[in-house]
C-alpha cells in the first residue's frame, strides 16, 4: 500500500507563492512512479495541475497554472513538489497529490493508483 503526504498548503495573498511537497511512504519504487498533482474547489470536479514522470524528465501542466507552478520531485527522498507563484484567488482548492505506477505522467484522474488526503490552499485578495 502507498502512502502519500501532503505538505505545504495554507493561506496567502494573491500574487505570494507556496511550496507543496508530497512525500511518498512504503513505495519501494518511487523512481519507476509518475507523480502528479489534481486540486480540487468548492462545488467543482477534481482537476489535473501537474505531473511529472518517474525521472522527473517528462513533465505535463495544465494551462491554467503554466508558467505559474513547477513540479519536481527528488527520488533519493522519494518526494514531490509544486512550487506556486504568482497565486490567484482561483487557485484556492484543496490539493492532492498521487502516484501512477506507470513511467510517463498522466493527467487523468483515473490513470492514478493512488492518493493523498489532501493540503488546503488558500488564496486571498
Known amino acids: 500500500q502507498v502512502q502519500l503526504v501532503e505538505s505545504g498548503g495554507g493561506l496567502v495573498q494573491a500574487g505570494g507563492s507556496l511550496r507543496l511537497s508530497c512525500a511518498a511512504a512504503?513505495?519501494?519504487?518511487?523512481?519507476?512512479?509518475?507523480m502528479g498533482w489534481f486540486r480540487q474547489a468548492p462545488g467543482k470536479e477534481r482537476e489535473f495541475v501537474a505531473a511529472i514522470s518517474c525521472g522527473g524528465r517528462s513533465t505535463i501542466y495544465a494551462d491554467s497554472v503554466k508558467g505559474r507552478f513547477t513540479i519536481s520531485r527528488d527520488n533519493a527522498k522519494n518526494t514531490v513538489y509544486l512550487p506556486m507563484n504568482s497565486l490567484k484567488p482561483e487557485d484556492t482548492a484543496v490539493y492532492y497529490c498521487a502516484a501512477a505506477l506507470i513511467c510517463l505522467p498522466r493527467t487523468q484522474r483515473y490513470q492514478y493508483d493512488y492518493w493523498g488526503q489532501g493540503t488546503q490552499v488558500t488564496v486571498s485578495l
Open positions: 512504503s513505495v519501494r519504487t518511487f523512481s519507476t512512479t509518475a
